[in-house]
T-cell receptor
Framework: DGGITQSPKYLFRKEGQNVTLSCEQNLNHDAMYWYRQDPGQGLRLIYY???????QKGDIAEGYSVSREKKESFPLTVTSAQKNPTAFYLC?????????????????FGPGTRLTVL | KQEVTQIPAALSVPEGENLVLNCSFTDSAIYNLQWFRQDPGKGLTSLLL?????REQTSGRLNASLDKSSGRSTLYIAASQPGDSATYLCAVTRRRETSGSRLTFGEGTQLTVNP
């Protein structure tokens, strides 16, 4: 079964702790993304990676870090510098491909991790 | 800076009704627009993707239109069912990357279809 997995589903963090959220995909996608969603709001881009060993900041990268050592994996670390980390975190991946109707870039999402600061 | 707005924020309709969800964006220089569905506490499922050169896409009871010049898209749901109850999000791709795309999301419309 191809897809994107995120773990854990729920995560609790104490003040001052760093925590790492896992995202794995077996879709052979080049691009991967991390989003944050707050209640009643849309998604905001934290970081994204287009190829292995390369990543770029999104709109709200402060207090977060990522790595992309393997094509299948794109872990996100929420550091103690992130002042308001309680949120729902979503990982996604996509591949650019040419079809008869042109290039498509649908993003496929994982089930999410809900992070709560205690 | 691209901004995406969805109206209404919430919508409640009786089963069987046809309905329209609206999405507007401030910068018409988009690459494509996507509509997603999100169930409570879950990830997003892509429903329809419209390239900037297209005017509409259809999938089953769903039809999405795009008017790039006016910065608007609509998602039409025919013969709504209780199983359609979810939050619907639209997102635009701001520019074409070498691989992948950066999306700007609206805040979503929370739809409830009552039996």
């Amino acid at each position: 079964d191809g897809g994107i997995t995120q773990s854990p589903k729920y995560l609790f963090r104490k003040e001052g702790q760093n925590v790492t959220l896992s995202c794995e995909q077996n879709l052979n996608h080049d691009a991967m993304y991390w989003y944050r969603q707050d209640p009643g709001q849309g998604l905001r881009l934290i970081y994204y990676s287009q190829i292995v060993n390369d990543f770029q900041k999104g709109d709200i990268a402060e207090g977060y870090s990522v790595s992309r050592e393997k094509k299948e994996s794109f872990p996100l670390t929420v550091t103690s510098a992130q002042k308001n980390p309680t949120a729902f975190y979503l990982c996604a991946s996509s591949i650019a491909r040419s079809g008869t109707s042109g290039i498509t870039d649908t993003q496929y999402f994982g089930p999410g991790t809900r992070l709560t600061v205690l | 800076k691209q901004e995406v707005t969805q109206i209404p924020a919430a919508l409640s309709v009786p089963e069987g009704e046809n309905l329209v969800l609206n999405c507007s964006f401030t910068d018409s220089a988009i690459y494509n627009l996507q509509w997603f569905r999100q169930d409570p506490g879950k990830g997003l499922t892509s429903l329809l993707l419209i390239q900037s050169s297209q005017r509409e896409q259809t999938s089953g009871r769903l039809n999405a239109s795009l008017d790039k010049s006016s910065g608007r898209s609509t998602l039409y749901i025919a013969a709504s069912q209780p199983g359609d109850s979810a939050t619907y999000l639209c997102a635009v791709t701001r520019r074409r990357e070498t691989s992948g795309s950066r999306l700007t999301f609206g805040e979503g419309t929370q739809l409830t279809v009552n039996p």
